[in-house]
Each structure stands twice: as structure tokens, then as C-alpha cells.
């Protein structure tokens, strides 16, 4: 079965500062990846994902992923913290059967990223 | 004009009790979904509806029972609540087959408090 761990349930850093959230991945073949984040009392909403072989992907408001399959491995990455992207990440790891339509998207536990002044 | 959009936002009952949870979304999709998120916001997949019809059912007691009228609406029923069911359930829908990019549209969530 497929699953995402993500390394550490808060990460902090100064605005600013560079985030880096983790995300490693578990699968027999590579699976199509995804970045959500949830805000305070709100659902979630996708950053960015990785279906294809471009294996650098940008996302919304300045973040990025790279899909390293030789470290089984999507960090999600951002060059300077702003305090308004204090929220809840989440990785997602999908099969790769998507044009079933079926889409059983496994989530991994999250991070909360806090960002001080 | 919400994409998702789920009623009620919050629910405080007692135990025993029967509630629902109604579901709408506008944005033309025919795959529906209900998420569970828990008090250490780990999330997981309930039930699954397309095109009205139940795909996936994630091992769920049989007090939740879903309901699609049609493929712009999941309805989540929930009897004799107990205390476990405290969450927050998050309804979400996405397209399938070739329209399908893999994203999943999520509603703002209902709390739901047991007593």
C-alpha cells in the first residue's frame, strides 16, 4: 500500500527564512504527489503535485517540489517565509491508475509551519 | 458562489443522537468524497461516490450511511453518535477519467462535537 511520511509534525523558522517541509514516500512504482495546505478553519487547497517527468514542480505562492526518486523523497521548499504561510501541510500520495477516476489520495500526517516575526 | 460548500459549518450533539451533514459542489465534477480529519489533523478517506454510485468504502461503521441524490450532492448521515466521532469532516469532489488532474476540491470542513 502506498504512504507519505512527513519528518517532523511542526517546523518553525523567521520570516523570511527559507522552509523546507519533508515529505518521503512509499511505493512500488512512482506514484503521482501532492502538496495540499490547510489554513485555519478552512479545507484544503493544493499547492502544487507531481504527475509528470518534470520532476521540479512550482507551485502557488512561490513554493516548490522535487521529486527525487532515487531518495523516494518531495520536500516541499520555499525561499523566504512570509507570516501569512502559517498553516498545515500536507503530502498525498495517489496511484498512478488516475484515468480510472477513482482518486484514493492517502495523506500523510502533516506539518504545521509556524513563522515568527 | 462557493465551490464546495458543506452545511452545517459546526455541530454540537449528544451522544446517541442522529445527525447529517449535507454536502454541495458546483464545479461540474462527478466524483464526490468524505474525509475524515481527527483531533491530530490526520486525515482519511471515508467513502467515495461516482456519478452516484459508492466506490470506495474505507471500512466505515455502518452508523455512517452516505447518500448522493445525484452528483453534485454527498450527503453524510450519522447514527447513534458516540463520543469517537468527534472530527472534522471535509467533503470534496474532483473529475475522473480524462478531465481527472489528480486535485481534489475540499469544502471548509464541519466540526462535529459529541457530548
Known amino acids: 500500500a502506498q504512504s507519505v511520511t512527513q519528518l517532523g509534525s511542526h517546523v518553525s523558522v523567521s520570516e523570511g527564512a527559507l522552509v523546507l517541509l519533508r515529505c518521503n514516500y512509499s511505493s512500488s512504482v512512482p506514484p503521482y504527489l501532492f502538496w495540499y495546505v490547510q489554513y485555519p478553519n478552512q479545507g484544503l487547497q493544493l499547492l502544487l503535485k507531481y504527475t509528470s517527468a518534470a520532476t521540479l514542480v512550482k507551485g502557488i505562492n512561490d513554493f516548490e517540489a522535487e521529486f527525487k526518486k532515487s531518495e523516494t523523497s518531495f520536500h516541499l521548499t520555499k525561499p523566504s517565509a512570509h507570516m501569512s504561510d502559517a498553516a498545515e501541510y500536507f503530502c498525498?500520495?495517489?496511484?498512478?491508475?488516475?484515468?480510472?477516476?477513482?482518486?484514493?489520495?492517502?495523506f500523510g500526517t502533516g506539518t504545521r509551519l509556524l513563522v515568527s516575526p | 458562489d462557493t465551490a464546495v460548500s458543506q452545511t452545517p459549518k459546526y455541530l454540537v450533539t449528544q451522544m446517541g443522537n442522529d445527525k447529517s451533514i449535507k454536502c454541495e459542489q458546483n464545479?461540474?465534477?462527478?466524483?464526490m468524497y468524505w474525509y475524515k480529519q481527527d483531533s491530530k489533523k490526520f486525515l482519511k478517506i471515508m467513502f467515495s461516490y461516482n456519478n452516484k454510485e459508492l466506490i470506495i468504502n474505507e471500512t466505515v461503521p455502518n452508523r455512517f450511511s452516505p447518500k448522493s441524490p445525484d452528483k453534485a450532492h454527498l450527503n453524510l448521515h450519522i447514527n447513534s453518535l458516540e463520543l469517537g466521532d468527534s472530527a472534522v469532516y471535509f467533503c470534496?469532489?474532483?473529475?475522473?477519467?480524462?478531465?481527472?488532474?489528480?486535485?481534489?476540491?475540499f469544502g471548509e470542513g464541519s466540526r462535529l462535537t459529541v457530548l
Open positions: 470534496a469532489s474532483s473529475h475522473t477519467g480524462g478531465a481527472n488532474t489528480g486535485e481534489l476540491f
Open positions: 498525498a500520495v495517489s496511484p498512478r491508475s488516475m484515468n480510472t477516476g477513482f482518486q484514493k489520495l492517502v
Open positions: 464545479l461540474g465534477h462527478d466524483t
